[in-house]
T-cell receptor
């Protein structure tokens, strides 16, 4: 799996957009960008994934640069419940086998009231 | 659907004891896996299964056994607990194992294990 680099922590005011960056300069052409988050003492939760086009769902938007070497996860209106560790992961779309997700240390996002 | 369930939520063992962590899912998912998470660290894959009767090792399999006799259940056995196995254990599942399957994994709430 390609290596990702994320800031250790970030703060964001409640109600504002939270923009979480991720660098993945060694990403391969067949690798997707996935985002998961882990709220304290809970299991990780899937947020979104994409290949090269920007993606949006009910939770967030994913912006991938044209060269695919970096991406940004956007939480449009952050709430206190969005305080969590956010993991950026790059890997091929599942093909079976040991395709466990490789979690780094992620970004600890703290939403301030 | 209950999703992915794990029991127990907390467990304390003495060194050398054995136990089984239970994991079940009611979504008819083919793929199931076990991870451990140590303080301040990401998750590491212990064992996984691509279907009933099929299991394989992940990144850190030593000291753990698994079996998959049904689609729904994927228990993790600690044969002889050691303090190094103190961790939070997460079970996960996802729909399929083919190249078209989404990699959206669903995680259980975790089991917090302490080995004294």
């Amino acid at each position: 799996d390609a290596k990702t680099t994320q800031p250790t922590s970030m703060d964001c005011a409640e109600g504002r957009a939270a923009n979480l960056p991720c660098n993945h300069s060694t990403i391969s052409g067949n690798e997707y960008v996935y985002w998961y988050r882990q709220i304290h003492s809970q299991g990780p939760q899937y947020i979104i994934h994409g290949l090269k086009n920007n993606e949006t769902n009910e939770m967030a938007s994913l912006i991938i640069t044209e060269d695919r070497k970096s991406s940004t996860l956007i939480l449009p209106h952050a709430t206190l419940r969005d305080t969590a560790v956010y993991y950026c992961i790059v890997r091929p779309l599942s093909g079976g086998g040991a395709d466990g997700l490789t979690f780094g240390k992620g970004t600890h996002l703290i939403i301030q009231p | 659907n209950a999703g992915v369930t794990q029991t127990p939520k907390f467990q304390v063992l003495k060194t050398g004891q054995s136990m089984t962590l239970q994991c079940a899912q009611d979504m008819n998912h083919e793929y199931m896996s076990w991870y451990r998470q140590d303080p301040g660290m990401g998750l590491r894959l212990i064992h996984y299964s691509v279907g009933a009767g099929i299991t394989d090792q992940g990144e850190v399999p030593n000291g753990y056994n698994v079996s998959r006799s049904t689609t729904e259940d994927f228990p993790l056995r600690l044969l002889s607990a050691a303090p190094s196995q103190t961790s939070v254990y997460f079970c996960a599942s996802r729909p399929g194992t083919s190249g078209r399957a989404t990699d959206t994994q669903y995680f259980g709430p975790g089991t917090r294990l302490t080995v004294l």
